[in-house]
């Protein structure tokens, strides 16, 4: 039977998930979506139920699983309600606003006993990050030994302050190093350029791998995102993210894209075929609410660490986590 899936939250993400559920996912379909706006609601029901309440979608009988794509803020009041329904949910990143929230989601799901929560760190998905991960674990370039991340967009809104840029962007490079390297950050040095932007980070693993990443909020070329995994015997790295290649006025390029969404479509597709496939059969995929609040947890010691209203250059910062629950090891 076709998993019934209610979006909540239709904005930029909101609308691919409900797209991916339309038209590009098997074994589900879009039942309900809810928007704290009815007219962007409205636009991506396209036939399917419209909610104005978030828990009332959560709550429905209409409703089998649930992605959450409303602001950060919201997620763990809906996450919880998810677990309270007994519903799996895909959480989009970050789990919740700050790590306690993220940390009562886990502690939610370890009363409840089964793993029903997802966050939408898709970057597992992508096809470029899972042969790394695979090179990595084929043993061919040797033992890991730096992990160099390139995080840039084009261009952030004023708004946009030296601490978003880690716990909304910088957040993506937690997770995909812990998952790439298979270990924890245990340390962190934040350096920022005048003005904050652009900012690197040098973590320091618990098998003593570096891991740099260079976040970039303006770099006015195009959204650029990168990885190359040194390991002592060779290296593996990210191809130019194209399928052409133009030559042209003595010249050959490629194009970059404006953003995530045409970087990364393969990558969310991917995640919501696991997703709904693991739903079906009773399982989890992708990052845990205990990789979730990891992730998040990092980032609010990095940004308390780092001082001078967000600014970078403190000094070495120490992480520190509870330990893992038995539900996720
Ligand atoms: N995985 C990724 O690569 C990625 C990329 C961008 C954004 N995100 C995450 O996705 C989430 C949404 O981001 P976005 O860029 O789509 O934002 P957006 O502003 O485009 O969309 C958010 C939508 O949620 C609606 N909304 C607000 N409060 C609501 C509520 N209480 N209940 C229901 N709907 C509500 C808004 O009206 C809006 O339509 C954020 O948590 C963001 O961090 C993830």
């Not at 970057?123 to 030994?145: C, H, K, L, S, W």
């Not at 791998?209 to 260079?214: H, L, N, Q, R």
């Not at 970039?216 to 015997?233: D, P, S, W």
Request: glycine fraction near 8%; include cysteine.
């Amino acid at each position: 039977m076709s998993l019934a899936v209610g979006v909540i939250g239709t904005g930029v993400m909101g609308a691919e998930h409900a797209r991916l559920l339309r038209d590009a996912t098997s074994g589900a379909h879009l039942a309900a979506v809810c928007d704290a706006d009815p007219a962007r609601a409205g636009a991506a029901a396209k036939g399917a139920a419209v909610f104005t309440d978030a828990l009332a979608l959560i709550n429905s009988d209409q409703v089998q699983a649930v992605v959450i794509a409303s602001p950060d803020a919201t997620h763990a009041q809906y996450a919880l309600a998810c677990l309270a329904a007994g519903k799996p949910c895909l959480c989009e990143k970050p789990i919740a606003a700050t790590a306690a929230e993220g940390l009562d989601i886990v502690q939610a799901e370890v009363a409840l006993g089964r793993r029903l929560v997802t966050v939408g760190f898709m970057r597992r998905f992508d096809p470029a990050y899972t042969e790394m991960q695979a090179a990595r674990i084929a043993g061919n370039i040797g033992a890991p030994v730096l992990l160099h991340n390139i995080h840039r967009n084009a261009a952030a809104p004023a708004w946009f302050t030296g601490a978003m840029a880690v716990t909304n962007s910088f957040v993506h490079e937690i997770d995909i190093s812990r998952w790439l390297l298979g270990s924890e950050m245990i340390n962190a040095q934040v350096t920022a350029a005048p003005g904050g932007d652009p900012m690197l980070v040098t973590m320091q693993t618990d098998k003593a791998e570096i891991v740099s990443t260079e976040v970039f909020m303006n770099a006015t070329y195009g959204y650029h995102v990168h990885a190359q995994l040194v390991g002592r015997a060779g290296t593996v790295e990210m191809a130019a993210p194209t399928r052409i290649l133009t030559n042209l006025s003595a010249a050959q390029s490629f194009g970059f894209p404006s953003n995530w969404v045409p970087r990364f479509t393969e990558a969310y597709r991917l995640q919501m075929q696991a997703w709904v496939d693991a739903a079906r059969a009773g399982q989890t995929t992708g990052a845990s609410a205990w990789d979730g609040f990891v992730t998040t947890s990092t980032a609010e010691q990095i940004v308390a660490g780092m001082g001078n209203a967000g600014m970078g250059n403190a000094g070495r910062i120490t992480l520190t986590y509870p330990p893992r629950p038995a539900l996720y090891a």
